[in-house]
């Protein structure tokens, strides 16, 4: 009598791949919160910096922050008010004449009292790497201070990090405010990680580079009143 054939080496094979794409799937996030861990901080205990960077989060159908992006701001005035930072760099989308991200962005600042002349605006960071390589290399911040969602700012820091600054972020945790969004964020965390890994490692341009900017060293120069 002849025994069936068993499919267990097919199901040793099947587990073994799942195991290999969970691997895949969650070693990027793995590594951005771990080699964040200890640079991430609430605002009131962030270090001193010189800059802080604020990463855009979108606008509302009337031109002005939507809530996520509105949170990031009062965060980052909350800063410069607090003698944390020196001067604000935010970088938003601006690829068309109608979608003005980053000058919704510095009205808002100037709106809750920091000086114009402390404001500088990036109009070309359309992903958290192109804000971070942008701020390195064209506006030449060498340390700063990240101010993002507390979901989004492990991988924030660490592409900073990549593109050669010196950064801690500060995190809005977001939760009542936008319980969606919030939520839905860590989900996207998962993908946007892995794309982070890639660029830390590739380090690719930038959609738009160009000469060296002197915005943030005249805003660091200029008087805080």
């Known amino acids: 009598m002849r025994l069936a054939k ?6 040793w094979a099947l587990w073994g791949l799942s195991a290999l794409l969970a691997l895949v799937a969650l070693a990027p996030m793995v ?13 009131s205990e962030v270090p001193e910096r010189p800059v802080a960077i604020v990463l855009g989060a979108g606008l509302r159908a ?13 965060i980052a005035a909350g800063l410069y008010h607090s003698e944390r930072v020196h001067a604000l760099l ?7 004449d109608a979608y003005n991200e980053t000058d919704a962005m510095r009205a808002y600042l100037v709106a809750a009292g920091v000086p114009e002349a402390k404001v ?3 109009h070309a960071g359309f992903s958290t790497w192109e804000s971070c390589a942008r701020a390195r290399e064209i506006f030449g911040v060498e340390a700063a201070t990240v101010v993002t969602q507390a979901f989004h700012l492990p991988r924030a820091v660490a592409l900073c990090r990549a593109a050669g600054i010196d950064t801690v972020g500060a995190a809005d945790a977001s939760w009542e405010a936008r319980p969606t969004a919030t ?13 982070a890994a890639l660029d830390a490692w590739l380090r690719p341009d930038p ?5 060296r900017e002197t915005g ?8 805080r009143d």
């Open 6 to 11: 068993t499919n267990v080496p097919r199901r």
């Open 31 to 43: 590594w951005v919160r771990s080699s964040t861990s200890d640079s991430r901080f609430v605002p």
């Open 62 to 74: 009337d031109g002005t922050p939507t809530t996520l992006l509105a949170r990031r701001l009062d």
């Open 90 to 96: 935010v970088s938003g989308d601006n690829s068309h």
């Open 120 to 122: 500088v605006g990036d």
């Open 183 to 195: 939520a839905y964020g860590h989900l996207r965390e998962f993908p946007a990680a892995l794309k």
């Open 207 to 211: 959609t738009f580079l160009g000469p």
């Open 216 to 223: 943030v060293d005249e805003a660091l120069a200029a008087p």
